[in-house]
Nanobody, 118 residues
Framework: VQFDESGGGLVQAWGSLSLSCAAS????????LGWYRQAPGKQRELVAA???????NYADSVKGRFTISRDNAKNTVYLQMNSLKPEDTAVYYC?????????????WGQGTQVTVSS
């Protein structure tokens, strides 16, 4: 699976950005799609995830501000980010996770920079 991420950039605090991640294969049966981020000097962390059934999970720091969604017809996962804060500045990566009984495999996008100025 390969991804084409887009939508990052520079935005002022309280602004909005929308990230897109287009997959090279059908995402219909992918167990979970997610967005992670990594700020300088920090570990990569989960921002949001969505399962094949549509269940979502968010980091506490972004709840109420970010929304993850998937469009299976377009093989794309999105992250709508509102009310952005300087602490949201990071490289954002999309991720696809496939797993079953006794196995797990995941795939990563190349990352897109999001910078929020104060």
């Amino acid at each position: 699976v390969q991804f084409d991420e887009s939508g990052g950039g520079l935005v002022q605090a309280w602004g909005s950005l929308s990230l897109s991640c287009a997959a090279s294969v059908s995402i219909f049966s992918i167990n979970a799609l997610g967005w992670y981020r990594q700020a300088p000097g920090k570990q990569r962390e989960l921002v949001a995830a969505i399962t094949s059934g549509g269940s979502t999970n968010y980091a506490d720091s972004v709840k109420g501000r970010f929304t993850i969604s998937r469009d299976n017809a377009k093989n794309t996962v999105y992250l709508q980010m509102n009310s952005l804060k300087p602490e949201d500045t990071a490289v954002y990566y999309c991720n696809a996770a496939q797993y079953g009984s006794g196995w797990y495999r995941d795939y990563w996008g190349q990352g897109t920079q999001v910078t929020v100025s104060s």
